[in-house]
């Protein structure tokens, strides 16, 4: 999606994109098996109906909100579900770095690392232990 470019505009133009599921498909069977749940469980967790993941493994393309729903669920960025639904990304997700005076550098840095961790259990582990590490720095 272009800078200028209305979010419908570019909706529209992504629908008649032609879909290949199975970029989608591999990386939700991953999730799957790395937070051994079934497809109802994750469906259901993800605030949706309980056959929702079983139409995208089907080949079905999801719609936006879908996506954003099981991102959410998995602990994944939104985007990346975006992408591989051919679905324009979304600047509400981006880590702006651009914005002097918002974060300093190092937090940057530090988040733009752990958003590299594939594994949302793992990636969950990370922030959580540097979660540990700030409280007992800041009551020290």
Known sequence: MSEQEPLAKS?????????????LI??????????????????????????????????????????????NHFGVNPNEFLELALWPRLHVFEISTDVPGKLPVEAIEVALKIAKISEP?????????ISILLEKYFDS
Do not use: H, W
């Open 11 to 23: 909706l529209r133009r992504a629908f008649r994109k032609a879909y290949n599921p199975r970029p």
């Open 26 to 71: 591999k990386r939700i069977e991953d999730l799957l098996i790395e937070t051994n749940e079934n497809y109802r469980e994750a469906s259901l967790r993800a605030g949706l109906d309980n056959a929702s993941i079983q139409r995208i493994l089907s080949g079905q393309r999801p719609s936006v909100t879908t996506c954003v729903y099981l991102a």
């Open 121 to 129: 259990k793992t990636r969950r582990k990370v922030s959580d232990a």
